[in-house]
Nanobody, 119 residues
Framework: QVQLVESGGGLVQAGGSLRLSCAAS????????MGWFRQAPGKEREFVAT????????AYADSVKGRFTISRDNAKNTVYLQMNSLKPEDTAVYYC????????????WGQGTQVTVSS
């Protein structure tokens, strides 16, 4: 019912910026909450940021507050993650996800996009 495709990852120097995009299919995309997660080598997947269907409420992991910004453009069925002041510890595969029920599981996931930050 929902398909997600991430893009925008790559190799960047410490202190640089990247903007990740997640394009979603489905006519009901605008009614869903969206989130970004990441997984570094040898570590479990962790929460990065979320945004409500209206875009009126956002949440961030403490490690990225002040540096990352999540946003969405419902007309384009796309959610973004603007990443500034990148650090080597931000290196991970970044995943986009969709939650269709408040408090429920993140039921749909993209394939992930690699972000590598060099020192």
């Amino acid at each position: 019912q929902v398909q997600l495709v991430e893009s925008g990852g790559g190799l960047v120097q410490a202190g640089g910026s990247l903007r990740l995009s997640c394009a979603a299919s489905g006519r009901t995309f605008s009614r869903y909450a969206m989130g970004w997660f990441r997984q570094a080598p040898g570590k479990e997947r962790e929460f990065v940021a979320t945004i409500t269907w209206s875009g009126g409420s956002t949440a961030y992991a403490d490690s990225v507050k002040g540096r990352f910004t999540i946003s969405r453009d419902n007309a384009k069925n796309t959610v973004y993650l603007q990443m500034n002041s990148l650090k080597p510890e931000d290196t991970a595969v970044y995943y986009c996800a969709v939650r269709t029920v408040v408090g429920g599981p993140w039921g749909y996931w993209g394939q992930g996009t690699q972000v590598t930050v060099s020192s």
